[in-house]
Nanobody, 120 residues
Framework: VQLQASGGGLVQAGASLRLSCAAS????????MGWFRQAPGKEREFLSIITWQGNGKYYADSVQGRFTISIDNDKSMVYLQMDNLKPEDTAVYYC??????????????WGQGTQVTVSS
């Protein structure tokens, strides 16, 4: 499974961004996709997970109500809509794939990161 994340950038506090993750290779429609982030000097943080069918979603408390995960099966794309961004959301964001549904997600595959910077 290959994962390619995109959509990061520099925005002001309160703005929105949508991250995209293209999945290719031997993706499993019975698996799960998710997002993590890692801020400078901090450990990687689990944010959200979704089933390939889109009927199961979970959000970490830190992003509940501001971030929305979605999936497009036809395009093998996973998205993370981020609204009302805050400076503390500044991090490198990673998409991931996992065979099992666990909270927090235990990723089997990782994409490269995309940088999100939120200025105050």
């Amino acid at each position: 499974v290959q994962l390619q994340a995109s959509g990061g950038g520099l925005v002001q506090a309160g703005a929105s961004l949508r991250l995209s993750c293209a999945a290719s290779g031997r993706t499993s429609r019975s698996g799960n996709m998710g997002w993590f982030r890692q801020a400078p000097g901090k450990e990687r943080e689990f944010l959200s997970i979704i089933t390939w069918q889109g009927n199961g979603k979970y959000y970490a408390d830190s992003v509940q109500g501001r971030f929305t995960i979605s999936i497009d099966n036809d395009k093998s794309m996973v998205y993370l809509q981020m609204d009302n961004l805050k400076p503390e959301d500044t991090a490198v964001y990673y998409c991931a794939a996992a065979r099992a549904w666990t909270i927090p997600m235990r990723a089997d595959y990782w994409g490269q990161g995309t940088q999100v910077t939120v200025s105050s």
